[in-house]
């Protein structure tokens, strides 16, 4: 069976440090890869997602990049931290079951706040 | 913004059916109905999906009516692990559609 990870669980962050957070995903080949960010009290909010190794699209612009060095494995960066970047920070995953069916999985996440 | 709108809160009485309704006013038909529920401070987890047809798995029933307008989650004995906010939401799914969730129903199981 699919799993998918991600770490740190959660993370306190000073403003202006850098940040990387990790995603892999076992069980799986070739899926295709999310970053949402949740806003305390507000919905998921796509940041990046990726079809394959090195293939980052970007939704909204933001402080924030993406890489995927390897097939199961997402990571979010950025060079300085913002106090904005707060929230809680999901992976998730997904691949091609049927004619438009990708039903996507989330990680458990990672709470970050920056102060 | 999300396309779906939903109550912000139920109760249920533990052991009882749930029953969570969703209007889909602008779905399209290429998409399909997907369910999501989240549990404080955890990743949201998936329960069903359906495109046109009523689905069953083993944590749930979705019933779409035949204009796709509406759609009901049944959680048919629902316990207190229930207690969660409950997600609908019109995607054409994977890297074809962004999961855009809403504010979705809190569902508070009561003993």
């Known amino acids: 069976s699919q799993t998918i990870h991600q770490w740190p669980a959660t993370l306190v962050q000073p403003v202006g440090s850098p940040l990387s957070l990790e995603c892999t995903v076992e069980?799986?080949?070739?899926?295709?890869l999310y970053w949402y960010r949740q806003a305390a009290g507000r919905g998921l909010q796509l940041l990046f997602y990726s079809v394959g190794i090195g293939q980052i699209s970007s939704e909204v612009p933001q402080n924030l990049s993406a890489s995927r060095p390897q097939d199961r494995q997402f990571i979010l960066s950025s060079k300085k931290l913002l106090l904005s970047d707060s929230g809680f920070y999901l992976c998730?995953?997904?691949?091609?079951?049927?004619?438009?069916?990708?039903?996507?999985?989330f990680g458990p996440g990672t709470r970050l706040l920056v102060l | 913004d999300a396309k779906t709108t939903q109550p912000p809160s139920m109760d249920c009485a533990e052991g009882r059916a749930a029953n969570l309704p969703c209007n889909h006013s602008?779905?399209?038909?290429?998409?399909?109905v997907y369910w999501y529920r989240q549990i404080h401070s955890q990743g949201p987890q998936y329960i069903i999906h359906g495109l046109k047809n009523n689905e069953t798995n083993e944590m749930a029933s979705l019933i779409i009516t035949e204009d796709r307008k509406s759609s009901t989650l049944i959680l048919p004995h629902a316990t207190l692990r229930d207690t969660a906010v409950y997600y609908c939401i019109d995607s054409e799914g994977g890297s074809q559609g962004n999961l855009i969730f809403g504010k979705g129903t809190k569902l508070s199981v009561k003993p």
């Open positions: 069980g799986t080949s070739n899926p295709n």
């Open positions: 998730a995953w997904s691949e091609l079951a049927g004619a438009n069916q990708e039903t996507q999985y």
């Open positions: 602008t779905i399209s038909g290429n998409e399909y």
